[in-house]
């Protein structure tokens, strides 16, 4: 998802992204109509091409 690329270009490596924060992300686009699946697969795409 775009949105979890863009999420982690921003603020992934400044460390302030919380487990709280990124639950709220996974929430929104699950309530958006994203299954758990897709989430998870689309935050470690979004992490491997970032290279975190």
Do not use: Y
Not at 10 to 17: D, I, K, Q, S, Y
Not at 28 to 34: H, I, P, S, V
């Amino acid at each position: 998802m775009l949105r979890f690329h863009a999420v982690l270009s921003t603020h992934g490596r400044c460390g302030c992204l919380t487990d709280a924060h990124i639950a709220r992300l996974f929430t929104t686009a699950q309530t958006k109509g994203e299954s758990p699946r897709h989430c998870t697969d689309a935050w470690t795409n979004a992490r491997t091409r970032l290279g975190l």
